[in-house]
């Protein structure tokens, strides 16, 4: 059974000690933290400990507790975006690892792309999840989008450290709607252990105002952007732009409503699979591309393929061996399962998914 890791501390440049630990066996790889995690209870959790138990099997992992959360320093004066990059400088120094994979999450994906466009000789491999390079509030905000962040904001400066957990129940909505009730209670707790209501509100207001979106295109190693189709926290548009900025990324849609993919998901597996994939340099699985549809059953998912290619009914059936109506009742069933009005709509969301590419 794997245990949790040993935790050890470094110092960032001002002097703020930082809770960092290494677990895992495989190729170096380091977590960016959020202000949403804790060295020792996520290995408690049933949000986070099953994906570290499933990294820590193919990666040397090391993750850290950034400055004001988990068990690094609270007290800090400086909770800005060019601190927090600071913090994972030291943390990559004290790792000891030479060159490293680096996975960047939610607002450490800024940080992520902010360290690789920095030390490109360090980073082998740039992994991005639920992404964005611009804050919310650097996304050209209407009034309403001001006023909700505010109102977000003043959630959090009033809620985030009492008993009762309703506060705090509206952030793991919104991170977490597919969950199970135990998940969604852990995830509730968590967000009072991992730091206090003022350097959470001071961690969100950094981040809503960061943009790095001019250092996207000095990003050098090969880079893979992962998102959640329907994340209620960073809209789909944010990991496309993300992706589409750095040469050479690669972007791969999920299909989920959650901003943390959870273990009983289809694409909490494809996430591990697609990671796997472009680490090793493998080509797409089939596993992979199963588990982008895993609402589907494998002969829609033929069907799927083909209409991918561009073949019309007739052609499908042909090749299938079946007939043209049984092609058609297929095809109602992607469409509904999917959510999608015609062809055209699944031929995009298909093709964003991979299909489609083979010629056999």
């Known amino acids: 059974m794997l245990k949790a890791p040993q935790i050890r501390f470094c110092r960032a440049s001002d002097g703020v000690r930082i809770a960092y630990a290494t677990t895992g066996s495989g190729p170096a790889m380091i977590e960016v933290a959020t202000w949403l995690n804790h060295l020792e209870f996520d290995w408690q959790s049933p949000v986070w400990r099953p994906r570290l138990v499933e ?12 400055r004001g959360c988990g068990l690094s320093d609270r007290t800090v004066e400086d909770l800005s975006f060019d601190a927090n990059l600071r913090d994972l400088e030291a943390v990559a120094d004290a790792a000891g690892f030479k060159r490293f994979i680096l996975l960047g999450s939610c607002q450490g994906s800024g940080l992520a792309i902010a360290y690789a466009a920095r030390h490109p000789e360090r980073v082998s491999n740039l992994v991005l999840y639920g992404a964005f390079a611009r804050g919310r509030l650097k996304r ?3 009034a309403r989008d001001l006023e909700e962040a505010n109102v977000m904001l003043k959630l959090v400066e009033l809620g985030w450290g009492r008993e009762n957990p309703a506060f705090r129940q509206v952030y793991t909505t919104m991170f977490i709607p597919e969950s199970t009730p135990e998940q969604f209670r852990w995830f509730t707790d968590l967000q009072r252990m991992s730091t206090s209501p003022e350097n959470a509100v001071g961690l969100i207001q950094g981040f809503d ?4 979106t001019d250092l996207l295109p000095k990003i050098s190693c090969p880079t893979l952007v992962l998102h959640a189709r329907n994340d209620a926290r960073v809209p789909f548009g944010e990991g496309r732009m993300v992706a589409s900025s750095i040469a050479g990324a690669e972007f791969v849609p999920l299909e989920s409503r959650n901003h943390i993919l959870l273990e009983h998901q289809p694409a909490w597996k494809q996430f591990l699979a697609e990671i796997a994939r472009f680490v090793h340099g493998q080509g797409r699985t089939e596993a992979s591309e199963g588990t982008a ?10 069907v799927l393929e083909l209409i991918a290619r561009g073949l019309d009914n007739a052609a499908i059936a042909s090749q299938l061996s079946v007939s043209p109506k049984t092609v058609r009742n297929h095809i109602n069933g992607i469409f509904d399962k999917l959510n999608i009005p015609n062809r055209a709509q699944a031929i995009v969301r298909a093709r964003e998914a991979g299909m489609g590419t083979r010629t056999g």
């Open 140 to 142: 050209n905000p209407s």
């Open 293 to 302: 549809f895993a609402e589907l059953t494998q002969r829609e998912r033929e």
């Open 55 to 66: 990294m820590a099997k193919n990666y040397t992992m090391a993750r850290y507790d950034g």
């Open 209 to 212: 105002a960061m943009d790095v």
